[in-house]
């Protein structure tokens, strides 16, 4: 289990950038895959990126390639999202999740994870 928190969330007009956080607490966080999520009102949650234990290899949703970018810093046991030219159709409640790297099969699904954050709203006007 680790605990993970959320942060970098706001608004921001579209075209424009911002950069989300997610900081996590507990031991072995080199031993995770984390993921990143995000789920609009009357929709179901939609994967976003993910990232290997050694950051080596990330995997994006077909609508977020070439606009985000996944990353991570074990010593600071922190990931990131880069988020740029972004569109109103981005806006959603932003999560972040982790996955023991042992026991994962499909980084995409939301059932693979069992640590998730609280959330950050990112919400995009045109």
């Known amino acids: 289990q680790v605990q993970l928190v959320e942060s970098g969330g706001g608004l921001v007009q579209a075209g424009g950038s911002l950069r989300l956080s997610c900081a996590a607490s507990g031991r072995a966080f080199s031993d995770y895959t984390m993921g990143w999520f995000r789920q609009a009102p009357g929709r179901e949650r939609e994967f976003v990126a993910a990232i290997n234990w050694s950051g080596s290899t990330t995997v994006y949703g077909d609508s977020m390639k070439g606009r985000f970018t996944m990353s991570r810093d074990n010593a600071k046991k922190t990931v990131y999202l880069q988020m740029n030219s972004l569109k109103p159709e981005d806006t959603a409640v932003y999560y972040c999740?982790?996955?023991?790297?042992?026991?994962?099969?499909?980084?995409?699904?939301?059932?693979?994870?069992?640590?998730w954050g609280q959330g950050t709203q990112v919400t995009v006007s045109s």
């Open positions: 999740a982790a996955a023991y790297s042992g026991f994962v099969r499909y980084v995409s699904r939301v059932n693979e994870y069992d640590s």
